[in-house]
């Protein structure tokens, strides 16, 4: 017996009525920073504390990457699990550690993690201060495409758990199915051997032309396999401002150091300037213009800055071409709103402190 589906309209009718829902969602979900006091900590059943900056468990939605605070007491080792998604962590306070896969890796404050999709992992707390670390991760994009998948197997011992999910390895053959093999397989050898881990001593930062000095912490240019999030840090020098730019897509910056102000509008004049500091986040959303200023006269302002790069920037490639996808102003103009970095006396790159 067969069934008539109908929709009760048009095809026409029911794609507009989506389309104006989904807009008025995007405005009505419209942040600019999301201040520390904001973020209440919550004990979890894993054994840690968490805190929701920004995603669907704290009620502050968002399409394609969450921010969270975590928190670990002294003696503490959180349940393992695995999770289709991938994450990188920015440790803030406290020494302790991480299993990624039965790996085990030793952090301190203002090292940088990734935990790759699909790994089991446990974090864990030997030391007698609490650990504080904030983790961002693409799993708001992967429930989007359904693909959002959270396994917790307690304490089991990670030796009793399954690997990573198998894959084919490449065969011979001119063949599209052989060819496709190859390449997915290529991917996950190179995907499955990224770095971990970024110590802070290891950091360098270098003067840009945006009038800030800035470094690489979790990044595919220096060894990282992620699904597309990047972090980055830099500095403004005291009194000083980073150029103004703009490009499509989600990009947060978490306040390590420092207190300021930033500016957020539809066109270069005539925005708002809004203020943050220390363990806040600046949300900049949807294509504004941006520009981040340190209002302290004395003291420099390090800001993490994350965005989902290179996944979004190709699919963004495809969907948006020719618009262009980072703008800022010509060079004389941004050389002036920036300043020239080198007359800074930039201080000792220490590790950071909380609170």
Same mark, same amino acid.
């Given at each position: 017996m067969s069934v008539h589906t109908s929709t009760q309209t048009t095809h026409y009718h029911? /794609?507009?009525?989506?389309? @104006? /829902? &989904?807009?008025?969602?995007?405005? +009505? $979900?419209?942040?600019?920073?999301? @201040?520390?006091?904001?973020?209440?900590?919550q004990v979890t059943e894993r054994g840690s504390r968490i805190g929701v900056y920004v995603g669907a468990d704290g009620d502050r939605t968002t399409r394609t990457m969450d921010a969270l605070a975590h928190e670990l007491d002294p003696g503490v080792t959180t349940t393992i699990h695995r999770h289709s998604w991938d994450a990188m962590l920015f440790v803030v306070a406290g020494h302790g550690w991480i299993e990624i896969d039965g790996q085990r890796v030793e952090y301190g404050p203002g090292d940088s993690l990734? %935990? !790759? @999709?699909?790994?089991?992992?446990?974090?864990? $707390?030997?030391?007698?201060? *609490?650990?504080?670390?904030?983790?961002?991760?693409?799993?708001?994009?992967?429930?989007?495409?359904?693909?959002?998948?959270?396994e917790d197997a307690?304490?089991?011992?990670?030796?009793?758990?399954? !690997?990573?999910?198998?894959?084919?390895?490449?065969?011979?053959?001119?063949?599209?199915?052989?060819?496709?093999?190859?390449?997915? +397989?290529?991917? /996950?050898? #190179?995907?499955?051997?990224?770095?971990?881990?970024?110590?802070?001593?290891?950091?360098?930062?270098? $003067? *840009?032309?945006?009038? *800030?000095?800035t470094t690489f912490l979790l990044d595919r240019a220096i060894g990282y396999q992620a699904s597309g999030i990047t972090m980055a840090m830099f500095e403004i020098g005291p009194g000083r401002a980073q150029s103004m730019h703009r490009h499509p897509g989600e990009a947060w910056l978490y306040v390590v150091e420092g207190s300021g102000e930033s500016?957020?509008?539809?066109?270069?004049?005539?925005? #708002?300037?809004?203020?943050?500091?220390?363990?806040?986040?600046? %949300? %900049?959303?949807? &294509?504004?213009?941006?520009?981040?200023? $340190? *209002?302290?006269?004395?003291? #420099? +302002?390090?800001?993490?800055?994350?965005?989902? &790069?290179?996944?979004?920037?190709?699919t963004m490639r495809a969907l948006c071409d020719p618009l262009?996808?980072?703008?800022?102003?010509?060079?004389?103009?941004?050389?002036? /709103? +920036?300043?020239?970095p080198s007359t800074i006396d930039w201080p000792p790159v220490t590790r950071p402190t909380w609170p």
């Open positions: 029911v /794609q507009k009525r989506r389309r @104006a /829902q &989904f807009l008025e969602d995007w405005r +009505a $979900n419209h942040r600019t920073v999301v @201040a520390l006091e904001d973020v209440p900590m990734h %935990v !790759p @999709a699909w790994a089991w992992h446990r974090s864990g $707390n030997d030391a007698g201060d *609490t650990v504080r670390y904030l983790s961002f991760s693409s799993e708001p994009l992967l429930e989007t495409m359904g693909m959002a998948i959270l307690g304490h089991t011992p990670v030796a009793e758990l399954p !690997p990573r999910p198998p894959y084919s390895a490449g065969r011979d053959g001119s063949d599209p199915y052989a060819a496709r093999l190859r390449r997915l +397989a290529r991917d /996950q050898d #190179t995907r499955r051997s990224g770095r971990l881990h970024t110590d802070w001593d290891e950091l360098e930062l270098r $003067n *840009t032309p945006r009038g *800030t000095r500016y957020l509008g539809p066109e270069p004049e005539g925005g #708002t300037r809004h203020p943050w500091k220390k363990g806040d986040i600046i %949300v %900049v959303d949807h &294509f504004l213009w941006h520009q981040h200023i $340190n *209002t302290d006269p004395e003291r #420099t +302002a390090k800001v993490v800055r994350i965005h989902m &790069f290179d996944s979004l920037l190709e262009v996808l980072f703008e800022e102003p010509p060079e004389h103009i941004r050389d002036a /709103q +920036a300043g020239d």
